[in-house]
């Protein structure tokens, strides 16, 4: 997992880790693992496209 997204936060809260713990103790589905995926992916991306704002210097 690529550290941005594990670190990642949003209103206080770390996304990648919150999934997670609200899920513990419980089998995930095939449905809960691609979900979890397709999160990670919007979170990097997410983190890519705000650290290419801030070397523009757009906001």
């Known amino acids: 997992m690529p550290r941005a997204a594990w670190a990642f936060y949003i209103g206080g809260y770390q996304p990648a880790q919150k999934w997670l713990k609200d899920r513990k103790e419980r089998v995930l589905s095939y449905e809960d693992i691609r979900h979890y995926q397709k999160m990670i992916v ?6 890519r496209i705000m650290w290419e704002i ?3 210097g757009i906001i």
Do not use: H, N, R, S
């Open 42 to 47: 919007a979170m990097t991306e997410t983190e």
């Open 54 to 56: 801030d070397v523009v």
